[in-house]
């Protein structure tokens, strides 16, 4: 079986879209402003703005991804983190989670940081174990976000 991760390209967008909805609306999360507006302009919303997305592609069908965002303070904010029902239990999210890592190291950032739901407990114990620490509460786009977390270089 083949597993890679890639930068996003512009075919991946169809993917990119599916990906998160799915695992949003499944959580029972209603697609929030900010959803639209980086599922739908995934290039001007991110990619312009200097931040990456990253597709993970099992036999060249797209199966996971994730994107970091440009932030203020010259960290990246992980987010869109999705991995497909039948691709779990293959260890993509800790390899997105180290493709986002080593492209912020590249690009001189200080931190990683995220927000989540509480409820997203399978994905928190992995942030842990990759060394996100918990924040207070922060200001956020987000309804459905009651977790902060970091991760400093």
């Not at 691709?87 to 999210?93: D, I």
Request: hydrophobic residues 40%.
């Amino acid at each position: 079986m083949t597993l890679v991760i890639r930068p996003y390209r512009p075919d991946h967008a169809a993917a990119w879209r599916t990906l998160n909805e799915d695992w949003l609306i499944a959580g029972g999360y209603a697609l929030e402003p900010k959803d639209q507006l980086v599922l739908g302009d995934p290039r001007g919303s991110i990619l312009d703005k200097g931040g990456f997305i990253f597709i993970a592609e099992r036999h060249r069908e797209p199966v996971g991804c994730c994107s970091l965002m440009a932030m203020a303070d010259g960290g990246y904010e992980v987010g869109k983190m999705a991995v497909r029902a039948g691709a779990r239990g293959l260890n993509l999210g800790w390899r997105l989670l180290d493709a986002c890592e080593a492209a912020a190291r590249a690009a001189g950032a200080p931190r990683l940081y995220l927000e989540t739901n509480k409820a997203q407990t399978h994905a928190i114990a992995l942030y842990r174990r990759f060394g996100f620490v918990d924040l207070p509460p922060q200001p956020t786009p987000y309804a459905r976000c009651d977790v902060w977390m970091e991760k400093r270089f």
